[in-house]
């Protein structure tokens, strides 16, 4: 098929503005791979004599293996975490007394319209009485607990198509409602399951807010905080933050170049069932 | 009900309690005890003190304050209708049979996955008064449109909401182009034959039938850039003059970083019901618009 004049100035307009919309990432990467001297003198050309210098300081500098292994710590329990939890809430929902589990229901959905930020300053000193602040298990609570509403609303959506029959038969031939669960509910939630924790991984591996109020602890910061806090030391010395930011982006891309058509499809799903 | 009575304890004992508890103390409380702080002179050490409105009364003269709540609800709406309109755009072009539809998508949804603070950083590099925009408009010869872009008040607000849409416009777009996929072909091209251009019918049969996901990016665009927090922190502060502290900031630093807990809570309780009374009308309009058109 012969493509149109139309088509194809559409097609040259979009690859000009997809190389507007990647020119940051560019950059980063393009400098963080120059000389001192280059990058003062010549910063935004293309790099002339590729140095890997920097990068090798910032290893060294930077806490970058430590904040990986908290940032997978934290993300890992927060969401097994989350996800144990709402999908039992749910299953409670769904199996139990209709009327109780409306009542549930509709407390939870209404919460998701509160703003974050109202209960932010008393929850911050509720922790710190409880003497969470600092920890993994205080951050990781926390951040499970402001997910639950909208996990619920997910869960319960999705149940809501499941026919009670298949849970009544269940019940029929005697299988316990803790067997239901495990073996008969748990794997059919498995594809919300997938977009749950897509979405999830996404906010809680890039959340700044809570690390710098929960996490504060050098030898607990996650890889966002421990960029915050790079930068906030090597202020403007760009030669120093560009790897940086480099070597933190570059999982960020990797698992999304992986698993693309999932996260695609998991940010759709999870936004038109939202 | 599938449980005789006496296995109903047990039941919600396993399955509901412990999820629901962690809801209760962890978001529930916090969020209702909001109001009952921000009726007291709380500095978050000592026990808090009861002063009625004071706090409130305090906030209504605070230049701060109000400042912030206008900036986040501008900064809002910005945002708002710039993913809207560049999602869709996107969305569009990427469903009209042109090339490598699939890298392209790849290309532009990419940000998305990025953290704010990180992309921070990198526009700080765009931004700065010799940075890259405007080292290319002195290339060009635009000497007259270089700007101090964080820099000055005037634009410091903007420059980061272009950060934002230009963050996630790849997410709207997969949004806008998964609800492309459920338009039937059929019906724009029975639009063709009764003679329709192609804008009559981009405005009388695609558009209207997007309804769903300009809502859901709407409502989703709106609920996340009303708590912008990440990229105001790393690329201004809060500054100039105040021009971008946004709401969350405004707590942050008065709350947290003042010690002033029960006056900002005042703000954070006056912000719930600017927020709730906006999410209100909206939803309310959407689904009517939604309605309509369908």
Redesign the interface.
């Known amino acids: 098929m012969k493509?149109s004049f139309r088509?194809r100035l559409?097609?040259l307009?979009?690859?000009v503005?997809?190389a507007i919309?990647?020119?940051?990432?560019f950059?980063?990467v393009n400098?963080s791979l120059k000389s001192h001297q280059e990058l003062s003198l010549e910063?935004?050309s293309l790099v002339r004599s590729v140095t890997f210098e920097h990068y090798e300081r910032v290893i060294q500098e930077a806490k970058i293996f430590l904040s990986f292994g908290n940032s997978v710590l934290v993300t890992v329990l927060t969401i097994a975490l989350a996800i144990v939890?709402?999908a039992?809430?749910s299953?409670?929902?769904y199996?139990?007394?209709?009327r109780f589990g409306r009542t549930?229901f509709m407390i939870?959905i209404a919460?998701i319209?509160?703003?974050?930020?109202?209960?932010?300053?008393?929850?911050?000193?509720?922790a710190s009485s409880l003497h969470l602040t600092n920890t993994y298990v205080g951050y990781c609570?926390?951040t499970?607990?402001?997910q639950?509403?909208f996990l619920v609303f997910l869960y319960v959506g999705f149940l809501g198509t499941i026919s009670r029959e298949i849970?009544?038969a269940a019940?029929l031939d005697g299988c316990s409602?803790?067997r239901l669960?495990g073996r008969i509910i748990m794997p059919l939630l498995k594809p919300i399951t997938a977009t749950a924790v897509i979405l999830l991984t996404?906010g809680i591996?890039?959340d700044?807010?809570g690390p710098l109020?929960y996490l504060q602890d050098s030898s607990k910061q996650t890889?966002?905080l421990m960029?915050?806090n790079y930068?906030h030391f090597y202020t403007k010395d760009?030669a120093s933050?560009f790897p940086l930011?480099v070597l933190?982006?570059l999982p960020?891309?990797a698992?999304?170049?992986a698993l693309?058509s999932y996260?695609?499809k998991g940010?759709?799903?999870g936004?038109?069932k939202? | 009900m599938l449980l005789k009575k006496e296995k109903r304890l047990p039941f919600y004992a396993v399955f509901l309690l412990p999820g629901f508890l962690l809801f209760l103390l962890f978001f529930m409380y916090p969020n209702l005890s909001s109001f009952y702080y921000s009726l007291t002179n709380w500095n978050g050490l000592s026990a808090p003190k009861y002063i009625g409105f004071s706090n409130y009364s305090y906030l209504l003269s605070d230049d701060k304050f109000f400042p912030a709540l206008f900036h986040t609800l501008r900064y809002a709406l910005i945002v708002t209708l710039g993913l809207n309109a560049l999602g869709l755009v996107l969305a569009l072009a990427l469903d009209s049979g042109i090339r490598f539809r699939n890298v392209l998508r790849t290309v532009f949804f990419a940000p998305a996955v990025l953290s704010m603070l990180v992309v921070s950083y990198i526009w700080i590099r765009i931004f700065d008064p010799d940075g890259s925009l405007n080292t290319f408009l002195r290339f060009l010869g635009l000497d007259g449109l270089t700007h101090l872009w964080l820099g000055d008040p005037a634009t410091a607000l903007y420059s980061i909401t272009a950060v934002n849409i230009w963050q996630f416009a790849g997410k709207s777009m997969v949004i806008f182009l998964a609800n492309l996929q459920t338009i039937p072909i059929e019906l724009s091209e029975a639009a063709e034959l009764d003679g329709a251009t192609k804008w009559q019918r981009f405005v009388h049969v695609t558009f209207p039938l997007l309804a769903p996901s300009v809502t859901i990016t709407t409502v989703l665009t709106a609920i996340d850039s009303m708590k912008v927090f990440d990229y105001v922190y790393a690329m201004t502060e809060g500054g100039p003059i105040e021009s971008t502290t946004t709401i969350t900031y405004f707590l942050y630093m008065q709350g947290l970083k003042a010690g002033q807990v029960g006056y900002a809570s005042a703000g954070a309780v006056i912000n719930f019901f600017v927020v709730a009374a906006i999410a209100i009308a909206m939803l309310g309009f959407l689904r009517r618009r939604e309605g309509r058109m369908q």
């Not at chain 1, 199996?95 to 209709?98: D, F, T």
Request: no cysteine; glycine share 6%; hydrophobic share 65%.
């Open positions: 493509r088509t559409t097609e307009a979009i690859w503005f997809a919309m990647s020119y940051p990432v950059l980063v400098s910063p935004f939890l709402s039992m809430i299953f409670s929902i199996a139990g007394n209709q549930i939870m919460s319209m509160i703003p974050g930020q109202l209960g932010m300053l008393p929850l911050y000193k509720l609570l926390i499970a607990a402001s639950l509403p849970v009544e019940g409602v803790y669960f996404l591996w890039n700044f807010l109020l890889v966002i960029v915050f930068v760009w933050i930011i933190v982006m960020n891309l698992v999304y170049l693309q996260i695609v940010i759709a799903s936004a038109l939202g």
